[in-house]
């Protein structure tokens, strides 16, 4: 009899059950024995695996027992199973290089692993400790668990919103500053979307292919936009006096002049971006516009 951390109280008759199998006829080991002697020399305190092993536990303790070695707790958890049903053991090409190539941090993986077959929701945190502070094992069902890869991308995006400067500064283009992290990271998904941004900031972008109306609307923002005082809340200023010569609001408004500033259909508040891009970057890229 073993006390599981998920499943409680587990019997087993020793007399029930078959002698394992600890090596094969070539010679080469199972896993059983091994792992009992790796657990044994690193000072494993506890083992947290699927459901499906219960009873190579059973049998995994008496082998600890006849080595003189205390066991380990064990926690059986629920088989995880994909949206379509069962996982996997290779699911397509996710696994850890997938996720590199496309820019997930680790901790966000972990966020979804820490919680996947428990009560608890997922959430962002931003560190093992974090985690390890929450993590208990009553909040861990019986019922199969589901993994969604897509809840990983989800997470990740969640996570780069809440990362703070200190924890990127290293990974980001050389140059760049706390005030442009915190500009632009509400609107990334992945690490790798800041480097894009980074043009809309600093460099060049393509004027976009606007209508009739559009081009006029940007020429008077021109207009407008030279005559500001730069060193005030411009956006609001600028919108404000496009409002009252063009009768134009809402998207009307607003979209165009983000196309023409930034290139992009959505994104950061432009206040900050228009501010950060300055007045000479905005005033040629509105002109560009207003005239392609």
Request: hydrophobic residues 45%; negative net charge; aromatic residues 6%.
């Amino acid at each position: 009899m073993f006390r599981d951390l998920i499943r409680g109280e587990q019997r087993f008759d020793p007399k029930l059950l078959s002698d394992p199998v600890v090596r094969r006829e070539d010679g080469s080991w199972l896993y059983l024995l091994p792992s009992v002697i790796d657990d044994v020399d690193l000072g494993i305190t506890h083992v947290v695996r699927g459901e499906d092993h219960v009873s190579n536990s059973a049998a995994q303790i008496q082998m600890f027992e006849a080595l003189g070695a205390t066991p380990p707790e064990f926690a059986h958890e629920a088989l995880l199973v994909a949206a379509e049903g069962k996982l996997s053991k290779r699911l397509g090409s996710y696994g850890a290089p997938h996720l590199r190539e496309e820019g997930v941090e680790p901790i966000a993986l972990l966020d979804v692993l820490a919680r996947i077959g428990t009560a608890q929701p997922v959430e962002p945190l931003t560190s093992l400790g974090a985690l390890a502070e929450a993590f208990d094992f009553a909040t861990f069902g019986r019922a199969p668990a589901h993994f969604d890869p897509h809840e990983v991308e989800l997470v990740n995006a969640r996570l780069m919103h809440a990362l703070p400067f200190e924890a990127v500064r290293d990974r980001l283009p050389s140059g760049t500053s706390e005030a442009d992290w915190l500009l632009l990271r509400p609107n990334l998904e992945r690490l790798a979307d800041f480097a894009g941004w980074r043009d809309v900031l600093d460099g060049d972008i393509a004027p976009p292919a606007l209508g009739h109306d559009e081009r006029l609307l940007l020429k008077e923002a021109g207009s407008v936009a030279g005559d500001l005082d730069w060193s005030a809340e411009t956006w609001r200023a600028l919108t404000d006096e496009l409002k009252r010569t063009t009768g134009k609001k809402g998207r009307d408004l607003f979209h165009p002049l983000r196309l023409a500033l930034t290139g992009r259909e959505s994104g950061p508040e432009m206040a900050g971006l228009l501010a950060r891009m300055g007045k000479a970057r905005a005033l040629r890229r509105l002109e560009a516009a207003a005239k392609r």
